[in-house]
């Protein structure tokens, strides 16, 4: 069993199973967004950080024409309580892009793990995500089939936002790191060009343009 680089999650070595060759080392991953984020982590972090931000602004209302439903006495003469059916169709419309544009992501990985006949995180996202987003757009469009009107469009928007800024936090911590490394090798020994370039190639050129910033500062010892 090979260890995805970027995920950490155990990944079988098999012919047919995703993997990247750098410098005759084979690397293994989970899925291509893994790939993806090791072989092009500048390019994954700008689309990753601009997909947060449409998810959370589209969150917010959702959450907001959520509350009064939820907390109606409590939240009375706060927010304005619009009929249930008219925000049940404004979530649908806001909740839409979330999970099939912003979540696509998911998806992906889940084919991928089906593809390797194995589950993997994305799977458990996009079936937990999609079974709330389905019977909530059901209720919406055919209110009088069910016996209970409620929509979970807020608990499928408040996963895929939560998680991809658990992403984003994670990868920039995870770079951070590096660059804190690698600016502590650099300063250590003169031979930080050295390290840098025994690196995947992508990644330290990623690496090094943000380097150059850290070592200006002189905050590690010669
Ligand atoms: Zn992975």
Redesign the pocket.
């Known amino acids: 069993m090979a260890t995805?680089p970027?995920?950490?999650?155990f990944v079988e070595e098999k012919p047919d199973s995703i993997q990247h060759i750098v410098d005759g080392r084979k690397y293994y991953?989970?899925?291509t967004?893994?790939l993806n984020e090791f072989t092009e982590p500048e390019r994954e972090l700008r689309k990753l950080k601009k997909h947060v931000a449409i998810s959370i602004a589209l969150t917010i209302p959702i959450v907001i024409l959520t509350l009064p439903h939820m907390f109606p006495s409590q939240l009375e003469g706060l927010i304005p309580l619009l009929p249930m059916e008219t925000s049940n169709y404004v979530m649908l419309v806001l909740a839409t892009p979330i999970q099939f544009w912003i979540g696509w992501r998911f998806y992906k990985g889940m084919w991928d793990g089906i593809k390797a006949r194995a589950s993997?995180m994305d799977t458990l996202i996009a079936l937990g995500t999609t079974a709330a987003y389905v019977y909530s757009a059901a209720v919406t469009i055919a209110p009088g089939y069910f016996p209970f009107a409620s929509v979970y469009f807020e608990t499928a928007a408040i996963i895929i936002t939560l998680i991809l800024l658990g992403r984003l936090l994670s990868m920039e911590h995870l770079q951070l790191m590096s660059l804190q490394s690698l600016a502590r090798a650099s300063l250590w020994t003169s031979q930080g060009e050295a390290k840098l370039s025994a690196l995947q190639s992508t990644r330290a050129d990623f690496l090094q343009s943000e380097l150059l910033k850290w070592v200006k500062i002189p905050c590690y010892p010669r």
Do not use: E
């Not at 970027?6 to 999650?9: K, L, Q």
């Open positions: 995805d970027v995920c950490g999650m991953f989970c899925s967004q893994c993997n």
